[in-house]
């Protein structure tokens, strides 16, 4: 596990080839923060088990670069990230994102102290934190982006999705595997206001990661 002023530096250095093989920019206080946000993420889970990944040099990768790459797709807010775990994508995002609005959602509430702390400790005032079960969730405003990571099917994340989407809004579902079938399951009997027909599939690498990767961008009416 990196520790110390050494795996501070192997943090930075991992994380700053990851950003240039994304091309995203981040500037000093957003590369702060990104590390800060891992060494939290690291230290938390030590006590609270938060994630299978245990090592901070891993969560490089894995989560903090995992999440940043779908920042191109994430440009209209407000944004919400449903079933956000451990703030994953959704601090990353905010982070690099400080001008949308972020509501981070999740029903667990012990991953969601990790949440709340890690929004007051890395000053995130764009980011609002709920507990809630999506289906239950009926905010003031609909939102224009939402983003989803390994969480529930593609189907079942656009039925609950439907009644939050602003008009015009998208789904970004991310996906560790080929997204035909769910693709299809969804033309099969999309829900009301979802343009299953309109789905894009955009396909990416992460850096550092040996796995598949793609996006699928569903658009509501």
């Not at 093989?21 to 590390?35: H, K, Y």
């Not at 990230?81 to 509430?109: C, H, K, W």
Request: net charge positive; aromatic share 4%; with cysteine.
């Amino acid at each position: 596990m990196a520790a110390g002023a050494d795996g501070q530096s192997a943090l930075g250095a991992r994380l700053d080839a990851g950003l240039v093989a994304l091309g995203v920019g981040a500037d000093a206080e957003q590369r702060a923060r990104l590390l800060a946000c891992v060494e939290l993420l690291a230290r938390w889970n030590r006590a609270y088990n938060l994630t299978a990944v245990r090592d901070p040099l891993d969560m490089v990768p894995r989560h903090l670069l995992d999440s940043l790459a779908v920042l191109p797709w994430v440009r209209q807010g407000p944004v919400l990230d449903v079933g956000t775990g451990a703030g994953l994508p959704g601090l990353p995002l905010a982070i690099m994102r400080p001008e949308l609005a972020f509501t981070l959602l999740d029903s667990n509430a012990k991953k969601l102290r990790f949440v709340r702390q890690a929004v007051l400790d890395l000053g995130l005032g764009n980011v609002a934190v709920v507990q809630a079960r999506i289906e239950a969730y009926r905010p003031q405003m609909n939102f224009a982006t939402m983003t989803a990571r390994a969480v529930a099917s593609l189907a079942e994340l656009c039925r609950a999705c439907a009644p939050l989407a602003a008009p015009g809004g998208r789904l970004l579902a991310l996906k560790g595997r080929d997204p035909e079938q769910e693709l299809a399951a969804l033309a099969m009997a999309a829900p009301e206001r979802v343009q299953a027909q309109a789905a894009v599939i955009h396909r990416f690498s992460v850096p550092q990661l040996d796995a598949a990767r793609c996006l699928i961008e569903v658009p509501f009416a």
